[in-house]
Structures are given as C-alpha cells and as structure tokens.
C-alpha cells in the first residue's frame, strides 16, 4: 500500500509538471504545422508568466493575469511572425533573438517596478488558480485502489491542468476536422498549393502564429499564477525547448504530443522523486541525467531509432512566390 | 465576340530592368487548344502568371468573354473560370486527392460536409470527363501522371472554362503525355478552352489548333497550326533560321575508356536508384542514357564522377579502377582525365555568386597555369577566361559579371567550356541543354559531336528523348535504376517510350 501511495504521488506530481509542457507542445503544434519553426516557445512563456505575475500582483485579479499573459506571449508571436513571414527572415534566429530579450527584459522590468531582485511580488490566494475538488472526493478518499486515484490524481488540480488535457482532443479537431486546420496544415508542407488555391499564405500564417501565442499565454499563466505564487526570473527552466523535444518526439500530432509530455514529466517527476534517494541494486541516480533524458530521447528519435519523425515539408522555408 | 474565350490587350509588364512582357496582345478562341510556345525566359510564364493573378500587369487589360476583369489574385482568377495546372504541381503530398481537389474550395468551416459534397462532385467529375483516379489515395503514392490528373481535376472542380497547362508534359514518360494529349482533346470537345505552354515544338504541332509565338518578352506572331511547320516556328521562336537537326557524321570507336561493371548505388534513404548496371564507353563514341528522371541515371552519374559512393561494383577509367565504393576524389578523377558536366549547373556546377572567370576555373584551380606560387595568377585567369568566352560565344562577354546574371544558355556554355576545354580522354554529361534556349541548344549540340569526332568518348544523360536520339551513337534505357534495353539511334520513339515507361523492358527481362 505504501508503494501504491508513492506511485499515486509521482503520477500526480506528473500531471503537475506536464500541463506547461501540454501547453507549449501545443502552441508549437500550431505554429509548425503551418511551416514555421518556433524556438522561441520558451521565451514566450517566460513572458507570458511575467506579465501573468506582475499584472495579477497589481491588479489582483487572476483573470487580468491570464489576459495579460496571452496578450504579451500574442505580441511575441507577432513579432516572430513579422521577423519569419513578412521579412521572410530566418526562423531560428528570430525565435532565439526573443528567448534572450525576454529572458533579459522581464528581470530589468521587474526590478524596475518592484525591487524584488526581478521577482514579482508574491500573490494572495485570490490572485492565484485555486485548484478544482471533485465532488465527494473527500468522502471516497479511504476506499481503497479507486479513493486515491479519483481524489488524488483525477481531483485537486488547477482548473488550467484540465484546460490543458481537454485541448488535446480539441486540437486534434481543429486540425483534422476543420477547413482552418486542413489549410493550416496544407500551408505547411506545400504553400504554392495554397496560394494558387486562392488563399493568403501570409494571413492563414499569421493565424498560426496567433495560436501558438495564446497557448503561450496559458502556458506561462499557469506557472506563475498556478504553480507557484508569482514570476521568478527564468522560471521557466527549459520548458520550452522540452515541449519542442516533445513535438519532434510525438511527431507533430496531438494525441502523440499529450503522451510525450507525460512521459518527460513523468521523468521530471521522478528525477525530483528520487533525489536523495538511492534505488535498490542501481544506487543513486544523477539528477543531471534525468533532466537530460528527454534531449537524449529526442535525439535518438531523430537518428531513427524509434520510427521516423518527417517535420512539416516547408517547414522553416519562408514563403516565396516562385519566379 | 461571343466565341473568344480569352483576350489580352497591350499586356506589359517589367521586373526591375527585365522587360518581361513587351505590350502583348493574344486572342484566344472558345473551344480551342491554343499553344503558347517561345524559349525559355521569353516571358510565356510571365504572362500566364499574370493571367492566374499571380502578378499584375504594368499595363494593359485582360477580357474574359468579352468583358473586362481584373485578376488581382488566383481567387479572381478562379472567379472567371480560369484554372492552372502548373509545371510543378501545387499539391499536398501526404493529403489524399479528395483533400487536395477541395483545399481552397471547401463550402462550410466544418470538413465532414465539404468531403462528402466534394465526393460526389469528384465522382461526376471522373464520369464526364472519363479521369478516374482514387479520391481516398494518398498523393505522394500516385504516380506522376496521375498527380497530374489530380491538379487538372482541381481546375474543373473549380469549374473552370478556361484551362492552362504551363509546360504539362516534362515530367511524364512519352505514353503518358500521349495520355494527356487524349485528355485535352476530349475536353476541347465538352467547350473548354486550353491554353498549352511549351517549348516542344512536336507537342504543338501534335494538339493544338492555334499558336502564338513569343520571344524576348513579345508576341512575335499567331499561326493557325495547320498553316504553319516545325521549321517556321522554330524560326519565329529563335529570329534566325536554326538546324533542328543535328548533322553527324559515322561514329568510329575505339578503345573502351569507361568501363562500369554491375554497379549499384542507393540515395540517401537508402533506396536501391542504381540496380547492378554494366555498359562500357569508348574512345570517339557519344552513349546516350534515356530515361524519365527519377530512374538512377542522376544516381549513376553522381558514382561515376565520384559524388556518391556506390554500393558496390567496379568502373575502370582508362583501364584503371576508380575507387567508386570508396573515397574517388572528383578532383583526382579530373586529373585522370574525366571531365564531368552535372546535371544542375547551379547547385553542382556553378557558384552564381562568384564572377564568370572564376567559375571557370573552379575545380581546376590548383592547376599550375592559374597559379602564381601559392597566389592564384588573375591575369592567367582572366586571359583563359576572354578566350573561353571567345570561343563559346558566351554573353555578355565579360568575365567579370557574376555568374547568377547570365542566362540559362550563357551559364551552360561557361561550364561546357571549363569542362571540355581541358580535352578530357572522358566527358559526363548531365542535361546539357535543360533550360537553355534552342540557339544554344544548336551550339551545344555541335561541340559534343566534336568531341567525340576527336577521339573523346562522351556519356550523355538527358530527359529529352529527341536529344538522347540527336546525338548518341548508342542508347541505353534506364528504368527503375536498371538497364532494360540497348538501341540504335534509329529505334523509333515508340520503342523507346514504351522501354522507358518500363513496359517492353519487363518483358525483356523475363525471357
């Protein structure tokens, strides 16, 4: 029962560590499969959480945090998109010209207005995602096997934790199921087929690049209003070049995308879970090597051991009207 | 007025100092085949993109029916019955024919009810126009003739009039042009009007009812093609009379110089594009290899010339083996004597961005004449570089241009006379005359037969059937990377069609 409990504990934990990654993943989704490459998923949820934290901690409204979030990671993905569609400028450049304003203007700013070492100032409870209790689940808490799962793991997260898994299938029908989705997704591998079908290139873009930064937005709210109770500098640790392994690794499609991320966070989960705690024949695990397996299993996907991985064909290739 | 389909008026159009398309006026009738030929960059592309909106004219107006439009986009185009099969297919490769012929005509935000209308307007479609494909296939399983098929089911899905086919038939194996030939008349005979682009002068004369000739930006004349010939066309195209054949005298062979024994070579995703193949070239002989692209002669031209390792057989150069399944150094294959033209001139034979003189040397710059101690010598450089372009008429005659500015032709004559000019005991040739236009193609001609009349044994690689027939001694016929037949020169183009379509060959093989 004690190893049931630990096992309740990690995928919990899972769940907690995956939604940022759900989000991001499925911003990237968007904005990929519509031919243009984002490195900069990082640097826009590093804003989206500034602007969540210092907004929220002004206003002390969660909702004003949420809107400011999506606004500013929005903006970003404007900018990118300027630099990648209309310049027809290099995609990873600009992605990780933002990661590094952003990285460096959000401490600047919040050092400017509010002199907490680039820190946001910590929020109240009402400033913050209160988590969602199912009904009865502290009445079934005791029953054995199904307590803990519904009131443990499936009860008591973020309202944003179910947001997130509910944009899964939600993605998947837009993509799949929509006149949007079809041309986003045409737009992607062959533009020419898209313009000569009479469709702007340029807007049906812009749209994706607009998706992409609203799931920014989420994902950066929930770390700072949800997560944690404000902005820290670099809170996002490479969340967002984790939700890009977990693309490539789920190979551009939504239901894929939901397994990666559970699976690195599953391993976030229990590189936490099992520091200072040595396994049995093994012995202690480097936490370092935890952190880095979801890179090394990226990588290896990419050589072609595990199927293979076809980015979208006119993915990161501006488009030119040929002649 | 009622039977002209389109009309052009006083059409003019200029990017930057390029005056592509000089106040052209074209009438074409409802219920015809017009052709539409001229050179490349004489501006047909141009003035056909301007007719699918995908530029605007500087000047002048279009009329469609009779009525005066304005085609600010391919939607216009659309709008006014105007479809386009372009050169290179504008299709999604991993959405199916349905997806791909409603893309950009669905009728509602949500697909299912767009598919499900757009089978059964697919279906009528197939059925009144006799075009059968499978609507649930995956474009990149089709083959290309079939793709084709997909992009002119587009246009009448779209329900297009007016049809224009920009160069429709350089992707296909001769019967399946003869297939699209069949097409187009059938959907001449329902009221469409086809607009034909090509610079095939045979295409022209084999379909269409009328054609205009353009060149260097304008219409120069419009011909009923019943009243007009292969000669005169080719005439109007060039503005010189010009020798569509090519004169050659008795090959005289000798000593074998080039010897390939079952090789093999698999591209980068490790597909087998050359199957076991063996043939042998010699001294004062020209061997054509036919083929529709795509069937390994790429492959095994890139093996011989030592660009990509083969999978395993032997190829002696002069008796001696070149080290095809290892590292063979391109350059040391140079100095051995094997002159190699490749096939695209401006990712492997050329850097545009240098200026003609130095593209002329390259690859032979570590030769002592251009070398002045460690220094190159600019002037030998330069000198070598006024006698090429002397002799090869190559303009503008200046060595100091850069590369990217000179035609097509211009660009193909600086690397045949880097490559020939050192007298090669061996000379690869890849396309030689793939976007080149046809005064070029007659200079280019005449110099590989004088190579191989000076004792040069010369292999040509070429997609144009009427080129591989023009100039080789010998033919061999690629099909799925092996070797399914040898020719005369005089095989009808029957027979080698059918060898290339990989027909006859099955059935050689198997006896």
Redesign the interface.
């Known amino acids: 029962m004690e190893f049931f409990h630990t096992i309740v504990a990690i995928l919990e934990s899972t769940i907690r560590v995956s939604v940022p990654l759900i989000f991001a993943a499925l911003a990237g989704l968007f904005t990929e499969r519509a031919g243009v490459f984002d490195i900069g998923l990082e640097g826009k949820m590093l804003g989206a959480a500034f602007a969540a934290g210092a907004v929220a901690a002004v206003t002390g409204s969660v909702l004003m945090g949420l809107l400011a979030a999506i606004l500013i990671s929005v903006l970003l993905s404007l900018v990118h998109g300027y630099a990648s569609i209309t310049q027809r400028g290099s995609q990873i450049v600009s992605g990780v010209a933002i990661n590094f304003i952003v990285a460096g203007s959000t401490v600047i700013l919040g050092e400017a207005w509010f002199r907490q070492g680039g820190r946001t100032p910590a929020l109240d409870a009402d400033a913050r995602f209160q988590t969602v209790t199912f009904p009865f689940a502290d009445a079934v808490k005791d029953v054995p096997i199904f307590g803990p799962i519904y009131s443990n793991l499936l009860s008591g997260h973020f309202i944003l934790t179910y947001v997130a898994f509910l944009l899964v299938p939600f993605s998947w029908w837009v993509l799949?199921?929509?006149?949007?989705?079809?041309?986003l997704?045409?737009v992607g591998?062959?533009p020419?087929?898209?313009?000569?079908?009479?469709?702007s290139v340029i807007w049906l873009r812009y749209r994706a690049v607009i998706c992409c930064g609203i799931l920014c937005g989420f994902a950066g709210a929930y770390l700072s209003l949800a997560m944690s109770a404000g902005f820290v500098k670099g809170m996002t640790a490479g969340k967002g070049y984790i939700a890009l392994a977990a693309l490539i690794f789920a190979k551009w499609r939504p239901f894929n995308i939901m397994m990666a991320c559970l699976l690195f966070g599953f391993l976030d989960a229990l590189a936490i879970r099992l520091q200072g705690n040595p396994l049995p024949f093994i012995g202690q695990v480097p936490v370092q090597l935890m952190q880095a397996l979801p890179y090394i299993l990226t990588v290896i996907l990419l050589a072609g051991f595990i199927g293979k991985a076809v980015p979208p064909?006119a993915g990161g290739v501006p488009y030119v009207?040929?002649? | 007025m009622s039977d002209i389909a389109i009309e052009l008026r006083g059409i003019d159009k200029s990017f930057g100092l390029v005056h592509a398309n000089k106040d052209i006026n074209l009438t074409v009738r409802k219920g015809t085949i017009h052709g539409i030929i001229g050179e490349n960059g004489a501006g047909k592309?141009?003035l056909m993109?301007i007719l699918?909106g995908?530029y605007q004219a500087d000047s002048g107006d279009i009329l469609v029916g009779g009525n005066k439009v304005t085609i600010k986009?391919?939607?216009a185009?659309?709008s006014s019955g105007i479809g386009?099969v372009?050169q290179?297919f504008?299709?999604?490769?991993?959405?199916t024919v349905l997806?791909?012929v409603m893309?950009?005509?669905?009728d509602?935000?949500?697909?299912?009810t767009?598919i499900s209308k757009a089978r059964v307007e697919l279906k009528r479609l197939e059925k009144e126009y006799a075009l059968e494909v499978n609507p649930d296939a995956l474009i990149e399983e089709l083959p290309v003739g079939l793709q084709q098929r997909v992009e002119i089911l587009?246009a009448l899905y779209r329900k297009a009039d007016i049809l224009i086919l920009d160069e429709p038939t350089g992707v296909l194996t001769p019967p399946e042009a003869d297939h699209l030939f069949r097409i187009l008349g059938q959907l001449k005979d329902q009221g469409k009007t086809i607009i034909f682009i090509t610079h095939k002068l045979r295409e022209i004369m084999a379909i269409t009812d009328e054609v205009s000739v353009m060149r260097r930006g304008e219409m120069v004349a419009t011909r009923k093609t019943k009243d007009t010939s292969v000669e005169e066309l080719a005439e109007l195209m060039v503005g010189r009379r010009v020798l569509l054949r090519v004169d050659k005298g008795e090959a005289n062979p000798g000593a074998v110089k080039l010897a390939v024994e079952n090789l093999t070579v698999r591209d980068s995703r490790g597909v087998t594009m050359v199957d076991n193949v063996s043939f042998n070239l010699r001294a004062g002989e020209i061997v054509g290899i036919a083929g529709v692209a795509g069937n390994g002669q790429s492959e095994l031209l890139e093996a011989i010339s030592g660009i990509r390792r083969a999978v395993s057989g032997t190829v002696l150069l002069n008796g001696k083996p070149i080290d095809v399944t290892g590292h063979a150094d391109p350059g040391d294959l140079r100095n051995r004597g094997l002159a190699h033209v490749p096939e695209d001139r401006h990712h492997v034979g050329l850097v545009l961005k240098f200026d003609e003189a130095e593209n002329g040397i390259l690859g032979y710059h570590n030769d002592k004449r251009y070398l002045n101690g460690v220094f190159l010598d600019t002037k030998a450089i330069q000198v070598d570089a006024e006698e090429k372009i002397k002799k090869y008429d190559i303009r503008p005659p200046n060595p100091r241009l850069k590369t990217a500015n000179f035609s097509g032709g211009n660009q193909q004559k600086i690397v045949l006379a880097r490559e020939m000019e050192r007298g090669p005991d061996v000379l690869i040739i890849g396309q030689p005359t793939r976007g080149v236009d046809v005064g070029a193609i007659e200079f280019i001609h005449k110099r590989i037969i004088e190579m191989r009349d000076q004792g040069k044994a010369v292999l040509l690689v070429s997609v144009e059937l009427d080129e591989i027939r023009a100039l080789s001694d010998r033919i061999i016929v690629m099909f799925a990377g092996r070797v399914v037949g040898e020719r005369d020169p005089d095989a009808t183009e029957g027979e080698l069609g059918l060898l290339m379509a990989g027909v006859e060959g099955r059935k050689e093989a198997a006896e």
């Open positions: 799949y199921r929509t006149r949007f989705g079809l041309r997704r045409a591998e062959n020419g087929a898209v313009d000569t079908a009479g469709i064909k009207k040929e002649r | 592309s141009t993109s699918y995908f986009d391919p939607n185009a659309i386009m372009h290179h504008m299709l999604v490769e991993n959405f997806e791909n893309l950009g005509a669905e509602s935000q949500i697909l299912n767009s587009k």
